[in-house]
C-alpha cells in the first residue's frame, strides 16, 4: 500500500512557503524524498531514518513523526527552481514504494 | 562516472512484440530497481533485487520479467507487449546498507526509457 500525500498540487508566488505531506496506515522505518522536474529522472532530496528526525536542504526540510506514520517536507522561500512534482518513498519489506506525488508550481 | 545507464532511451514496439530494457550501474551498488512512471502518475514498482541471483516482485511485475547475473546488470524483459505498458521506465540502483532489516541508502536513478505500445 503506497503513502498518500497531500496536497496533490500547489501553486505559489516566488518567496512563498509550502508544506507536502506523506502519510502511511501502517508503520514507517524510513521515508526519502525525491523531486522530479518535468521530462527527467527523480532526484534524491532526503532521507529521515528515525522519528523526530529533521534535516534540511537550502531552504527545504522535512521533519518525521513516527508515531503519527507521517512526514513533512517544508519548502521556505519558494524559488523558481523548486518548481517539479515532489515524491516521498516508504519501505515496505526492502521495496520502495513511491507516493502518488505532489505538484510543485512557482510562479514569477 | 557513468552511473547508471539506461538504453534505449525510445522504443515503439507493436502489440504482442517483446524487448529487452537494458540498465547498468557502475558504482557497485546491491540493490536495483525498475519502475514505471505512466503520464501525471507516480512511480510504480515492477521489480528489485538485493543482489546478483536474487529478484522479487514489486507492485506491478505481471508482463515483466528480470534477471540479476551480475551486480552491474539489471535488464527488464517484456513478452508480448500490450498498449497498457506504454509507459516511462526507470531504472535505479542504491548500496543498501540497511538498519532494522531495511535500506537507508539513497536511489540513484536512470535518465528513463520512452516505450510505446502500438
Known amino acids: 500500500q503506497q503513502p498518500v500525500q497531500s496536497p496533490q498540487a500547489v501553486i505559489l508566488r516566488e518567496g512563498e512557503d509550502a508544506v507536502i505531506n506523506c502519510s502511511s496506515s501502517?508503520?514507517?522505518?524510513?521515508v526519502h524524498w525525491y523531486r522530479q522536474k518535468h521530462g527527467e529522472a527523480p532526484v534524491f532530496l532526503m532521507i529521515?531514518?528515525?522519528?523526530?528526525e529533521q534535516k534540511g536542504h537550502d531552504k527545504i526540510s522535512a521533519s518525521f513523526n513516527e508515531k503519527k506514520q507521517q512526514s513533512s517536507l517544508y519548502l521556505t522561500a519558494s524559488q523558481l527552481s523548486y518548481s517539479g512534482t515532489y515524491f516521498c518513498g516508504t519501505l515496505r519489506g526492502g521495496k520502495l514504494i513511491f507516493g502518488q506525488g505532489t505538484e510543485l508550481s512557482v510562479k514569477p | 562516472n557513468a552511473g547508471v545507464t539506461q538504453t534505449p532511451k525510445f522504443r515503439i514496439l507493436k502489440i504482442g512484440q517483446s524487448m529487452t530494457l537494458q540498465c547498468a550501474q557502475d558504482?557497485?551498488?546491491?540493490?536495483m530497481y525498475w519502475y514505471r512512471q505512466d503520464p501525471g502518475m507516480g512511480l510504480k514498482l515492477i521489480y528489485y533485487?538485493?543482489?546478483?541471483?536474487?529478484?522479487d516482485k514489486g507492485e506491478v511485475p505481471n508482463g515483466y520479467n528480470v534477471s540479476r547475473s551480475t551486480t552491474e546488470d539489471f535488464p527488464l524483459r517484456l513478452e508480448l507487449a500490450a498498449p497498457s505498458q506504454t509507459s516511462v521506465y526507470f531504472c535505479a540502483s542504491s548500496y543498501g546498507r540497511t538498519g532494522r532489516g531495511e535500506t537507508n541508502e539513497k536511489l540513484f536513478f536512470g535518465s528513463g526509457t520512452q516505450l510505446s505500445v502500438l
Open positions: 533485487s538485493v543482489g546478483a541471483g536474487i529478484t
Open positions: 558504482m557497485n551498488h546491491n540493490y
Open positions: 501502517k508503520a514507517l522505518y524510513s
Open positions: 529521515l531514518l528515525k522519528g523526530g
